[in-house]
């Protein structure tokens, strides 16, 4: 997958979108750019890939029921688990490919 901007428009299109970009955080280092609640743009290195992240420690008890709307991710650039939601992602590029 190459970088591209990413649209929202059909609800068939959303599943598959979030479907590729769970799997590509999965596989290593992706760069994200989405915007943030108080719309500002942000740009983050992040990935899911096990190997490269600190395990999540949970502070609390408290349960949340899982979100598909919103990807947790590992911020490469900070060290910190960090989110976003699929719906405000602008860009996205896998490192390793040839956009990287």
């Known amino acids: 997958m190459s970088s591209a901007n990413v649209s929202w428009d059909e ?3 959303k599943e598959e979108i979030k479907s590729i970009i769970r799997h590509r955080l999965s ?3 992706c760069t994200v750019v989405f915007t943030k609640r ?3 743009e942000r ?3 992040c990935t899911t890939k096990f190997d490269l992240v600190v395990p999540y420690e949970k502070k609390t008890d408290r349960t949340k029921p ?3 709307d919103v990807a ?3 911020d490469l650039d900070i060290n910190e688990w ?3 939601k699929f719906e405000t992602v602008r860009s996205f590029v896998p490192h390793g ?4």
């Open 11 to 13: 609800e068939a299109e």
């Open 27 to 29: 596989e290593g280092p």
């Open 38 to 40: 108080d719309g500002t």
């Open 43 to 45: 740009t983050m290195k």
């Open 66 to 68: 899982e979100n598909q």
């Open 72 to 74: 947790f991710v590992y």
């Open 82 to 84: 960090r989110s976003f």
């Open 97 to 100: 490919s040839d956009n990287s």
